[in-house]
C-alpha cells in the first residue's frame, strides 16, 4: 500500500498500547468536569483520530491543551444543557450551550439516525458548540447503526476564497460512512484543504520540503520551504476553486443557516466559540432493499479495486481504507503520540489530578 503522509520518524514519536490511550483520554475528559457519558465519547473520538491519523493532524491527546485551556476560561461547558430548539419529521436543530463539540455532535447524529429510522433521512444542524473533533466519525456513529452518514462542521478562518490571499472560510471538514456487508465501513473522512498547518510544522521539524499547492505565504505566493508558512499562511484549497465552493457551502449549511457564527467570526477568541455543525443519516432501505444496495456496493467496490494502477503492482485504495489499515498496524504495535505532546501533558494531568501513564 502506497502511504498518503511520509512515513513517521519514530525518535518524534512514543508508543502506547490503545487501552492506555483511551482511558488516558477518559481521565483528563474527567479531570476536566465532563460527565461519564460527555467522557465516553471524548476519549472514544480521540481514541479513534489517534488510531487513524498522523499526530502533525493533531486530532489526538493534543487536543487536550486546547480542552483546558479554554474550560478553565469558559469557552468549553462540561456537562452544558443540550436544548432541541427546532424539530420536525426529519429535522432538528440543537443549542449546545458550549458543550464539548464531540458530545454535541455525538447528541445529534443519534438525533439523526432516530429520525432517518422514521422518515428515511434525519438532518439535525448544531449550533453554539464547540471543535468536534474528526468528523468521520460522527459519521461512523451512522454506518455502525446500518445508516449511510455525512458529518460535516465549519472552523476557524483558515481558507482564503480562490484568488485571495486573506483567509475567510474554515478546513470545514466532511465525513462520510457507508456501511459494508460483513466489513468495517468505507468512510470519507477529509478537510476541503490540502493540508493544514500541524502538517506543515512537522514537515518542518523534519526538515522536509513541502508540495507548493499546500497553503500561500502570508503575502500570497506559493513555496516549498515550510519556515515560510509557519506565520500568517493560508491553507490552499482541494481541487482549487471547487473546495473553495464546497467550504463556502459548508459554511452557508453549518454557520448561516443553523444560526451559528459564519466566516471570519467562528472560533476566534477563546472562550466563545459558536462552532456549527450539520449531521446527516439516510436510510438504506428507504431507497431500496439492504441486500440488494450491498451486493451494488460491492460490485463498485470490485470495479474500483480492478482498475489499472498507473505503476505496476500499486494498490488502488477505497476511502477510509490507509486509515483502516493504520489502525489495524496501530492496534498491533502502539499508538504513536508526539514526544512534545507527552511532555505538555504531563503538568496539565497533575494539575487536574489525574494519572499520567505516558
Ligand atoms: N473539526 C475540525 O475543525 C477539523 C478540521 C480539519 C480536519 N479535521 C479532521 O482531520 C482529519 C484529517 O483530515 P485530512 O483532510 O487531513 O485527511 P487526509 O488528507 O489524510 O485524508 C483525506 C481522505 O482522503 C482519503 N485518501 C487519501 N489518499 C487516498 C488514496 N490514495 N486512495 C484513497 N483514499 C485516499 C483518506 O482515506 C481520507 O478519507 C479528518 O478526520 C478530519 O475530519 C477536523
Keep these: ?47 479513534t483520530a489517534s488510531l487513524w491519523w498522523h499526530p502533525g493532524q493533531g486530532q489526538g ?16 461547558v462540561p456537562r452544558a444543557r443540550l436544548t432541541w430548539v427546532a424539530e420536525g419529521p426529519a429535522y432538528a436543530l440543537l443549542e449546545a450551550n458550549k458543550a464539548f463539540g464531540y458530545h454535541a455532535a455525538n447528541t445529534a447524529m443519534r438525533r439523526a439516525i432516530d429520525l432517518a429510522g422514521r422518515a428515511g433521512i434525519g438532518i439535525v444542524g448544531v449550533r453554539n458548540s464547540n471543535h468536534f473533533g474528526i468528523a468521520g466519525y460522527h459519521a461512523k456513529t451512522a454506518a455502525e ?12 478562518a483558515e481558507m482564503a476564497p480562490w484568488g485571495a490571499k486573506t483567509a475567510v472560510l474554515g478546513t470545514n471538514p466532511w465525513g462520510w460512512a457507508v456501511p459494508r456487508r ?46 515560510e508558512l509557519l506565520e500568517g499562511s493560508t491553507q490552499l484549497p482541494i481541487g482549487r476553486a471547487k473546495g473553495y465552493g464546497l467550504s463556502f457551502m459548508t459554511d452557508v449549511l453549518t454557520g448561516v443557516l443553523m444560526g451559528a457564527k459564519f466566516g ?51 494498490e488502488i485504495l477505497l476511502p477510509g481504507e490507509a486509515e483502516q489499515r493504520r489502525m489495524q498496524e496501530r492496534l498491533a504495535h502502539g499508538i504513536p503520540v508526539d514526544a512534545e505532546t507527552v511532555e505538555k501533558l504531563r503538568p496539565i494531568a497533575a494539575d487536574l489530578g489525574v494519572p499520567f501513564p505516558l
Design 1 to 47: 500500500m502506497k502511504e498518503i503522509h511520509a512515513p513517521l520518524k519514530e525518535s518524534l514519536i512514543r508508543r502506547y498500547p490503545e487501552p492506555v490511550i483511551r482511558q488516558f483520554a477518559k481521565d483528563l475528559a474527567l479531570g476536566l468536569g465532563a460527565s461519564d457519558e460527555e467522557a465516553d465519547v471524548i476519549s472514544d473520538g480521540i481514541t
Design 182 to 227: 460483513g466489513a468495517y465501513p468505507i468512510i470519507l473522512d477529509m478537510a476541503l484543504t490540502m493540508s493544514g498547518i500541524g502538517m506543515i510544522a512537522w514537515a518542518h521539524r523534519e526538515g522536509r520540503q513541502v508540495p507548493d499547492d499546500l497553503a500561500l505565504t502570508a503575502d500570497g505566493r506559493r513555496t516549498t520551504n515550510p519556515a
Design 145 to 156: 447503526a446500518g445508516f449511510i452518514g455525512i458529518a460535516m462542521t465549519n472552523a476557524k
Design 264 to 314: 471570519l467570526s467562528v472560533f476566534q477568541d477563546d472562550t466563545h466559540f459558536d462552532v456549527g455543525h450539520v449531521m446527516i443519516a439516510v436510510k438504506i432501505d428507504a431507497f431500496m432493499p439492504r441486500d440488494r444496495f450491498f451486493d451494488r456496493l460491492e460490485q463498485l467496490v470490485a470495479e474500483v479495486k480492478a482498475a489499472a494502477p498507473i505503476t505496476p503492482g500499486d
Design 61 to 76: 491527546l493534543e487536543k487536550f491543551f486546547r480542552y483546558y485551556r479554554r474550560v478553565r476560561n469558559g469557552g468549553y
